[in-house]
């Protein structure tokens, strides 16, 4: 991991944006790694862009807002839209790939199944943020455990069968490629 990872969660209101970040802000403490997460929504209660900045380093963490992107976990259109401009050459980018149609030929763009995968397994979307969370955590092996995530979802008291199987689902649909296959 380079010294600071400096990550963005952005999504619209209702998809559980603030609980990813605080989740995956947890799960890096309790891996020994200083984080912090600062979450900003719109005036909207639902519908309105949501974020969580979340920064992970090892030093301490000077300021807690994201000022060099690394990456962005983009589980909306307007999520997405609202953070173009802040999308390098370096930055990796996940979106779902229902959610997010329109993206920028710049940064590297990785599709994420959340929404699909969780509307076919359990007939909503609900979960799709932990998908998206466990699928994160399969791509920063050395900086989050399955293990922790679950223990931060115990402790939160978000330890249901469907939100631990959505976690796990999207770590495997990382280690399996990255692409969640229907068909498995």
């Known amino acids: 991991m380079n010294k600071t990872l400096e990550i ?25 790694y200083n984080a912090s997460v600062i979450s900003s929504y719109g005036s909207q209660v ?5 974020e969580a900045q979340v920064i992970i380093s090892k030093d301490f963490i000077t300021c807690p807002f994201v000022s060099n992107l690394n990456l962005l976990c983009a589980l909306s259109q307007p999520g997405y839209d609202n953070n173009i401009n802040l999308i390098k050459e370096e930055t990796v980018v996940f979106y779902d790939d229902i959610a997010v149609k329109k ?47 679950k223990e931060t979802l115990k402790e939160k008291n978000l330890a249901n069968e469907m939100n ?12 399996k490629g990255g692409f969640y296959d229907k068909n498995q």
């Open 8 to 32: 963005k969660i952005s999504g619209t209101g209702g998809q559980g944006i603030l609980v990813f970040g605080e989740l995956l802000a947890k799960a890096a403490v309790l891996k020994d």
């Open 46 to 50: 639902k519908g309105g862009v949501v």
């Open 103 to 149: 993206i920028v030929n710049l940064g590297k763009h990785i599709p994420v199944s959340a929404t699909r995968y969780c509307v076919e397994n359990f007939k909503t979307s609900l979960p799709a943020n932990l998908f998206f969370l466990g699928f994160l955590a399969g791509f920063l092996k050395d900086i989050l455990e399955l293990s922790l995530l």
């Open 164 to 175: 631990l199987k959505a976690l796990v689902s999207g770590y495997e649909s990382f280690e």
